[in-house]
């Protein structure tokens, strides 16, 4: 809570967007990083994620507002960005990587702030452009990407200390083990419910007789 309300924490989250290879260094070796605030920043990400999806002009937008369910968008980002965190970490304790759990979430959080710095303008802006200028705020959204993915790329890069062709195979791994955890995820699911089904049929089959 006291990341949260510090000036100078903020501040060192801009300096890591104009400087990501010394700001993600000094998180990584120096402790100048805060899991607090790359919560708060993916949080904020979901929330203007979600609010471009719900009020976007429909020029822009193909999808139907009332199809959106806010709680459980939120909620995927927020899963997605843990479940990223811990594959990588997984993906790297085995190849050598010097980043702890907590210095990648660090440098993935704060690799969304340009999204949440440019997604709730552009969907401001969506409403202003006229047919056949859709260009311009799908450029600007496509740039916000493209800058946080690299911002996530050197991150990474820079806080296990690898090349970037291993960092490229990294990542690759990370959404293998992405895929391998939700699949294990939801055999345990499956497993567990059968289990429960068939505890509730002996003690429904027992009760009525």
Known sequence: MKDLLSKE????VFYCISHPADGFYEVRHRGRGSVAIAWAIVLMFAISY???RLCASFLVSEVNPLDVNTLLEIQGVLILFLLLCISNWSVTCLLNGEGRLFDIMTVVGYSFMPC???YIPATIISHFV???EEAFYLILMSL??????ILMLIGIMTVHNYTLGKTLLTVLLTFF???VII???MMIYSLVG???TFFKSIYLELYFR
């Open 130 to 132: 006229a047919q056949n």
């Open 144 to 149: 916000a990407m493209a800058f946080s993915l």
């Open 183 to 185: 699949f294990v995820i």
């Open 177 to 179: 083990a992405m895929l």
């Open 194 to 196: 059968q289990v429960i």
């Open 116 to 118: 949440v710095l440019i």
């Open 9 to 12: 924490k903020w501040k060192y």
């Open 50 to 52: 979600t609010v471009n």
